[in-house]
């Protein structure tokens, strides 16, 4: 309950879980990066990795990870 309830108290005092969002910081965040589908597609395959590594070397998921 803890970890559930303190990070929600400081979120509460945060600007942006106010409501009050400028419709010009919402424009900047919306483009879009030149490298972000390449960033999305190595994350995706390094997940997809970790349990291939695991069947082929049968070694624990984590170790998997760690070579990431």
Do not use: R, W
């Not at 910081?25 to 695991?54: C, D, R, W």
């Amino acid at each position: 309950m803890v970890c559930m309830i303190v990070p929600v108290a400081l979120a509460t005092t945060l600007s942006p879980f106010k409501g009050n969002i400028d419709e010009k910081a919402e424009q900047i965040n919306s483009e879009t990066h030149k490298y972000g589908a390449h960033m999305f597609y190595l994350g995706l395959s390094a997940i997809i990795f970790v349990p291939v590594f695991k069947t082929l070397t049968h070694l624990p998921p984590y170790v998997g990870m760690m070579f990431h």
